[in-house]
C-alpha cells in the first residue's frame, strides 16, 4: 500500500493512474455502450490495447511543464477534456450510433439540437462508471493518499513518456492495418476507426481530412461553376422518345447485386446454371440487357457505385466520395430529383450498419425519406455474415416497410451476402456444386452468386404475387468485381481461357457487369451499348420522364442517339466500341482491339494513335471535372431551376416505423402505399423464402413488432 503510495505521489505515477482510468472506462464504453463488431480475439485484443498510446502521448504534454502545480492543473483538464469526450461519444451513440465529429463538435447547435432535448433521456444507471473516478481522485488527494509532486521532472523522462507513446501507436498501427489493410486509405467505417485505433484518433484523423476539405472549398467561387456549365451543357445527350417517360409514375425498384460480374450470366458450371434466376430475366423479352457496361469505381467500392447511379458524378481518385466529401457535400442526388420532380418517396433497405461507407449521413444529404439498416431487421446468431444480414433474410424482412412507402416509390435494396471472402454457410447452399479449381475464393464466389439468385427469385415472386410488379420498373446492376485480378488466373479456365495466357485485356472484360432495366411493356432485348455506371442516372430520369438537362451529370443516357459509349474506368484506363486502352507500368497505352483481343501496334498506325491521345484526353477531362466539381463542393453554388436544396435537417433514420404510420394515418384515405391500396391489409403473408435461419417462422417477415420492441428497450434500458 505504502509502495503505490509513494508512486502514485509521484508525477509520473499519477499520470500512470490517469492514463488506467482513463483506459478503463474507455473499455467500458467499448464494450458496454459501442457495438463496434469486434469479430476475432486478435481484434479483441487490438481494442484493448488501443486507448492506451494516445492517452500516453496528451497526457505526457504535461510533463514538458516544469512548475508542478501548472502541470498537475494541465494533466487534469487533459483528463477532464477526454473524459467528456468519452461520455459525449457514449451519449451521441445512443442517438446516432455513430461517434462525434470534428463537423459534429464545431456546429454547437446541431450537436445541441441531437442531443438537447433528449439528452436526459439517454443517460443510463451504469453511467456513473464514466464519473465515480473524479470523485475517487478528489478523495485520494483530500485524504493526502495522494500528494502533489513538486519536484521538476526531467526534460529527458518528458520526451520518453512521448515517445513511449508514439511507439506504442506505431505498434497499434501496424496491426490495425494488417488486420483490416487501407484502413485509414478506405475509410469504410466510423466504427472501424474506433475500433482499431480509438477515439481520439478517430477525432484526430477526422480534424485533419475536415480542415484540408475544407481548405479547398475555401478557394473555391462560384464562378468555378461556369466552366462546368458549359462542359455539362456540352455533354447532354438529348433523351430517345423512343423510351422517354416510358416508366412516368412507376415505381422504381433499384437492386445492387454485390460484387456480381457480367461473366456469371448464362454461366454453367458442371452443366448447372449458376443464377438461372438473373439468366431468365437478363433474357426476358421485358427487359432491357446490356452486356457491355463496366463498372467504375476506384477505391470506394459498393459507396463509388452508389455515388455515381445516385448523383451521375464519379467517385473520388482515392478513398470513398462518401466517407470523405460524403458528410458536407451538396448534392442533387435521384432521390431528391424524382422526389421533387414527380412525387417519389425515396427509401434504402440495407442489412449493415448504417454507418457503414458513411451512408446515414450521406442519405440525408441526398434527401433519402428512410433508410433502413441493420437496425430495422431481426438480428439472430446466424442471420448476418460480416457484411450484414444475408439476403434472403434481408428481403423477406424489408417488404413490411415497403408495402407502407407511398406510392411512386424509389427504393434500393443493396444486398450483400455474394461480398468477398464468400463464404456461405452450407446449410444457406441448396445443393449448389461449386466449382473445383484450388482456388477457394474463386469456387466460393458462384456459390453465394447461386445463393443471391436464389433470394431475388423470391423476391420477384412476392413483387409479382403483391401486384407491385405490375407498376414498377426494376433495375438490377452489378457494382463492381467480386474477384480481383490476382484471382482471375485460376478463374481463367472456367470462362474458357488458358490461365498461362491470361493478361491485361482479360482482366479488363472481368469489369463488365450486368445492368439490366426490367418493365412490363418495355421493349427489351440485349443491348450491345457501350456503357457504365455514370450513364445510369440519365438514363432513369429520362425514362421516369425526367429531362436530365439542367443537371450537373457527366454520364449520358444509354438510350439516347448521342450517347458517349466512351467508358472511363477511375484510373483513366478507358474502353471504347472497338478497343480497350490499358496503361501499362510505365504510363504508356497499351490498346487491345476488343474484338480479338489481340494487342495493338500504334507505332504502325498512327491514325489510331492520335485517337487515342484525342480519347485520353477526353477522359482526363472528364474524370478532372469530377474531381473539381466534388473537392470544391461546386453545387452550393449552382442550383438547377425548380430544385430546391436537400436540408439534411429534415431527416432522421430513427423512428422510420411511426414516420410510415403516421404518413399513413395522416393521409387517410389518400394513402398510396401498397398496403393501403389492399384495404389496410398487409401483403407480406405473399412473401416466401426457403430461408433456413426463419425455421418456418413468418414472425419477422410479417410483423414488425419485435423490432418496435428492441427499440423501446433500447429507450428504456
Ligand atoms: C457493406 C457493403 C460492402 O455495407 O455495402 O461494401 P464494399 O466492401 O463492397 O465496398
Ligand atoms: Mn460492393
Not at 197 to 203: A, I, K, S, V
Not at 249 to 258: A, P, R, T, V
Request: hydrophobic share 35%.
Amino acid at each position: 500500500m505504502n509502495k503505490l503510495k509513494i508512486f502514485l505521489s509521484k508525477r509520473l505515477g499519477f499520470m500512470t493512474l490517469l492514463v488506467f482510468t482513463l483506459w478503463l472506462k474507455t473499455i467500458i464504453a467499448y464494450y458496454v455502450d459501442f457495438s463496434l463488431g469486434v469479430a476475432d480475439p486478435l481484434q479483441h485484443m487490438i481494442l484493448i490495447f488501443n486507448p492506451i498510446a494516445t492517452t500516453v502521448i496528451l497526457l505526457s504534454i504535461a510533463l514538458y511543464i516544469t512548475r508542478a502545480k501548472i502541470s498537475y492543473i494541465v494533466m487534469g483538464v487533459i483528463y477532464v477534456l477526454e473524459s467528456a469526450l468519452l461520455y459525449g461519444n457514449v451519449l451521441y451513440y445512443r442517438e446516432f450510433s455513430d461517434f462525434l465529429s470534428f463537423n459534429t463538435i464545431a456546429g454547437a447547435s446541431k450537436v445541441s439540437k441531437g442531443l438537447g432535448s433528449s439528452a436526459s433521456s439517454l443517460v443510463q444507471a451504469h453511467d456513473f462508471i464514466y464519473g465515480i473516478d473524479f470523485i475517487i481522485i478528489a478523495v485520494l488527494f483530500l485524504t493526502h493518499f495522494i500528494k502533489l509532486d513538486s519536484r521538476p521532472m526531467r526534460k529527458l523522462t518528458a520526451i520518453a513518456a512521448t515517445m513511449l507513446g508514439v511507439f506504442l501507436f506505431s505498434f497499434n498501427l501496424t496491426i490495425a492495418e494488417s488486420n483490416r489493410p487501407q484502413l485509414l486509405g478506405r475509410t469504410f467505417d466510423r466504427a472501424y476507426i474506433v475500433k482499431y485505433l480509438g477515439l481520439n484518433t478517430f477525432l484526430a484523423y477526422d480534424s485533419i481530412k475536415t480542415v484540408q476539405n475544407n481548405q479547398v472549398r475555401s478557394e473555391a467561387v462560384g464562378t468555378d461553376m461556369d466552366d462546368v456549365l458549359s462542359y455539362v451543357e456540352n455533354n447532354y445527350a438529348k433523351p430517345n422518345p423512343n423510351y422517354f417517360g416510358k416508366a412516368k409514375g412507376k415505381n422504381i425498384i433499384i437492386i445492387h447485386l454485390e460484387s456480381f460480374q457480367q461473366f456469371l450470366i448464362n454461366d454453367k458450371v458442371n452443366g448447372q446454371e449458376v443464377t438461372p434466376f438473373l439468366n431468365s430475366l437478363y433474357n426476358d423479352k421485358n427487359t432491357m440487357s446490356f452486356d457491355n457496361f463496366y463498372h467504375e469505381v476506384g477505391q470506394g467500392k459498393t459507396s463509388d457505385a452508389e455515388n455515381m447511379l445516385e448523383t451521375g458524378l464519379f467517385g473520388l481518385p482515392e478513398g470513398s466520395l462518401f466517407t470523405k466529401l460524403g458528410s458536407d457535400n451538396t448534392f442533387q442526388a435521384a432521390p431528391a430529383i424524382l422526389g421533387q420532380k414527380e412525387g417519389y418517396t425515396s427509401a434504402v433497405f440495407h442489412g449493415n450498419v448504417g454507418s457503414f461507407w458513411n451512408r446515414n449521413v450521406v442519405y440525408k444529404n441526398m434527401g433519402y425519406n428512410y433508410f433502413f439498416d441493420s437496425n430495422y431487421f431481426n438480428k439472430t446468431n446466424d442471420s448476418s455474415l460480416e457484411y450484414g444480414m444475408k439476403d434472403k433474410l434481408m428481403l423477406s424482412e424489408s417488404v413490411k416497410y415497403l408495402e407502407q412507402l407511398q406510392q411512386p416509390f424509389y427504393a434500393k435494396f443493396i444486398t450483400v451476402t455474394n461480398h468477398y471472402p464468400f463464404q456461405l454457410p452450407d446449410e444457406d447452399n441448396d445443393g449448389f456444386a461449386a466449382p473445383t479449381t484450388n482456388n477457394s475464393v474463386v469456387n466460393n464466389y458462384f456459390v453465394t452468386a447461386h445463393y443471391l439468385d436464389n433470394s431475388l427469385k423470391e423476391f420477384f415472386n412476392y413483387l409479382k404475387d403483391s401486384g407491385i410488379y405490375d407498376n414498377s420498373m426494376i433495375v438490377l446492376y452489378g457494382d463492381h468485381y467480386g474477384l480481383s485480378n490476382s484471382q482471375n488466373p485460376d478463374l481463367a479456365p472456367l470462362v474458357g481461357v488458358d490461365s498461362n495466357n491470361w493478361d491485361d485485356f482479360n482482366n479488363s472484360q472481368m469489369q463488365k457487369v450486368p445492368f439490366m432495366i426490367h418493365m412490363k411493356g418495355l421493349k427489351g432485348g440485349i443491348n450491345h451499348t457501350y456503357g457504365g455506371e455514370i450513364d445510369v442516372l440519365p438514363t432513369l430520369l429520362h425514362l421516369a420522364g425526367i429531362d436530365s438537362k439542367q443537371y450537373v451529370q457527366l454520364g449520358t443516357d444509354l438510350l439516347s442517339q448521342k450517347h458517349n459509349p466512351i467508358v472511363i474506368f477511375r484510373n483513366k484506363n478507358f474502353v471504347t466500341p472497338h478497343y480497350t486502352v490499358l496503361k501499362d507500368s510505365d504510363g504508356n497505352p497499351e490498346v487491345y482491339r476488343n474484338k480479338t483481343g489481340e494487342l495493338v501496334n500504334l507505332d504502325e498506325d498512327p491514325v489510331l494513335k492520335q485517337k487515342v491521345a484525342k480519347w485520353q484526353k477526353y477522359v482526363n477531362e472528364k474524370l478532372k471535372m469530377s474531381d473539381t466539381i466534388n473537392n470544391k463542393n461546386l453545387l452550393r453554388f449552382y442550383t438547377p431551376t425548380g430544385f430546391t436544396p436537400v436540408d439534411p435537417k429534415n431527416y432522421d433514420y430513427q423512428n422510420e416505423i411511426q414516420k410510415l404510420v403516421q404518413t399513413r394515418d395522416s393521409l387517410g384515405l389518400k394513402s398510396t402505399s401498397v398496403y393501403s391500396q389492399n384495404n389496410n391489409k398487409p401483403t407480406t403473408g405473399l412473401y416466401n423464402t426457403d430461408a433456413p435461419e426463419l425455421n418456418g417462422d413468418r414472425t419477422f417477415i410479417d410483423s414488425w413488432s419485435s423490432i418496435l420492441k428492441n427499440k423501446d428497450t433500447d429507450e428504456t434500458k
